[in-house]
Nanobody, 125 residues
């Protein structure tokens, strides 16, 4: 049974930083591309960033480029999202997800087979 568990969310002031973690079990972490998505109240879930199986390739949505960094530790089955210079518009429920299909990193949420429950990030102005 696959489980993805996010942690590290919280309340932070604008300009602050948070580091999210996602620990996976029940899947071969190194065989999956991984992604972070977020969903703000009243909005659709949106792609944030993704990383390849090896960790060698990444992709970011424009609004977080230069502020967020995705990384993974395959030995620990853990995915990370370092978020710096946070803005109120980053407030959302953040989800990690696993894409079993090898190849290009994908930004569409239906491409990801497994999802965590989410961790809340709230940025105050």
């Amino acid at each position: 049974q696959v489980q993805l568990v996010e942690s590290g969310g919280g309340l932070v002031q604008a300009g602050g930083s948070l580091r999210l973690s996602c620990t996976a079990s029940g899947l071969t972490f190194s065989a999956n591309n991984m992604g972070w998505f977020r969903q703000a109240p009243g909005k659709e879930r949106e792609f944030v960033t993704a990383i390849s199986r090896s960790g060698g390739n990444t992709v970011y949505t424009d609004s977080v480029k230069g502020r967020f960094t995705i990384s993974k530790n395959n030995a620990k089955n853990t995915l990370y999202l370092q978020m710096n210079s946070l803005k109120p518009e980053d407030t959302a429920l953040y989800y990690c997800a696993a894409d079993r299909t090898p190849g290009l990193l994908r930004v569409q949420s239906p491409a990801y087979e497994y999802w965590g429950q989410g961790t809340q990030v709230t940025v105050s102005s």
